[in-house]
């Protein structure tokens, strides 16, 4: 079955530390991935999205993303966190049936 | 702007009640959804339309109503069936459905809380 899972529930990092979150899939072909990112009480804005060629991505906000097909990994990272980035982070991938399959998020506290 | 629009943005309901929350949309997207997220859940898809007068039921649909009347317009009502109502409710759009493109705009989002 499709699946994604991000192992991190909850992440704090320090007002400059680099950041990186999990996020690992399972999906029979080639699949369509994205992040999400959600502030409190909001909607969610998309990062970014992979779909096919280069594996390194560049989005929004000074973020990227590396699709590494051999580990079934799609792992958003920032070299240098800012407080605005506490957020709630959620990674999806496009299925057969062409709805998203969404992981359940990751937390992400920035202490100053 | 283009956006989507929610409302309204916090909802009280008593037991037994039905509620209809609204979802407007000026994209000129053809699909549109409705998500629920609870904590630690994530997003549950309840229903997803891809043209007017058409729509599917997502993974958690019991309990809930939609109609797509409008290109533009796409209201969820949580009726007295719904077992646990209480929840953070999100509409979005996509030009196509969203497994093909991804990019999914989203409202604010509409806060039911049960009383």
């Known amino acids: 079955a499709q699946s994604v899972t991000q192992p991190d529930i909850h992440i704090t990092v320090s007002e400059g530390a680099s950041l990186e979150l999990r996020c690992n899939y399972s999906y029979g072909a080639t699949p369509y991935l994205f992040w999400y990112v959600q502030s409190p009480g909001q909607g969610l804005q998309l990062l970014l999205k992979y779909f096919s060629g280069d594996t390194l991505v560049q989005g929004i906000k000074g973020f990227e993303a590396e699709f590494k097909r051999s580990q079934s990994s799609f792992n958003l990272r920032k070299p240098s966190v800012h407080w605005s980035d506490a957020a709630e982070y959620f990674c999806a991938v496009g299925g057969n049936n062409r709805k998203l399959i969404w992981g359940l998020g990751t937390s992400l506290a920035v202490n100053p | 702007d283009g956006g989507i629009t929610q409302s309204p943005k916090y909802l009280f309901r008593k037991e037994g009640q039905n509620v209809t929350l609204s979802c407007e949309q000026n994209l000129n997207h053809d699909a549109m959804y409705w998500y629920r997220q609870d904590p630690g859940q994530g997003l549950r898809l309840i229903y997803y339309s891809q043209i007017v007068n058409d729509f599917q039921k997502g993974d958690i649909a019991e309990g809930y109503s939609v109609s797509r009347e409008k290109k533009e317009s796409f209201p969820l009502t949580v009726t007295s069936a719904q077992k646990n109502p209480t929840a953070f409710y999100l509409c979005?759009?996509?030009?196509?459905?969203?497994?093909?493109?991804?990019?999914?705009?989203f409202g604010e989002g509409s806060r039911l809380t049960v009383l």
């Open positions: 979005a759009s996509s030009i196509g459905l969203a497994g093909a493109t991804g990019e999914l705009f």
